[in-house]
């Protein structure tokens, strides 16, 4: 709990709490492959990372064992096996949340401008004008994440706290 100085405190609940000796492929296995068997089902879903300065996000995320490329990997093997693999259309969007603003990735013009975070009239919730960037193999959105976030994030001279959503139709 925390009041945050408003005088009312707040609870945070969690699904899941990993310990400082798990390892990526223990989080891939327990978030990672849940999330990706999701998309293929047809939902939107969204792999986030939040901690503090230092705490490891970015090793989770970026590492060449890191959530993005086992989970991308996963997406894209699991495509290439389905009949009717060229049915799937996967869309990308990376975004970084740092001081409570919403910054697109993947878009380097609009990197230094904060998106707002909205609400549909069903309860959902998204990130208005962020970029969606369509890849057809895992070379492909990899390409795309570095070299556009390494862009967008010189620009902006900041370092990379990242959640990314990933999107298959």
Known sequence: S?????????????????????TNANIFEEVGRPLVTSVLCGYNSTLMAYGQTGSGKTHSLSSGDGLINQMLGHLYRSIDMEEGSELYRVSSSYAQVYNEKSYDLLHPSSSEKAL?????????VYLEGVSEHRATSLPEVLDLVRVRVALG???AGRRAR????????
Do not use: I, M, Y
């Not at 990242?162 to 139709?169: D, E, Q």
């Open 162 to 169: 990242v959640p990314c959503a990933r999107r298959a139709r």
């Open 2 to 22: 925390d009041d945050r100085g408003r005088g009312r405190a707040t609870t945070f609940g969690f699904d899941r709490v990993f310990t400082p000796a798990a």
């Open 153 to 155: 994030l010189e620009r």
């Open 116 to 124: 707002p975070l909205r609400e549909t009239k069903e309860g959902g």
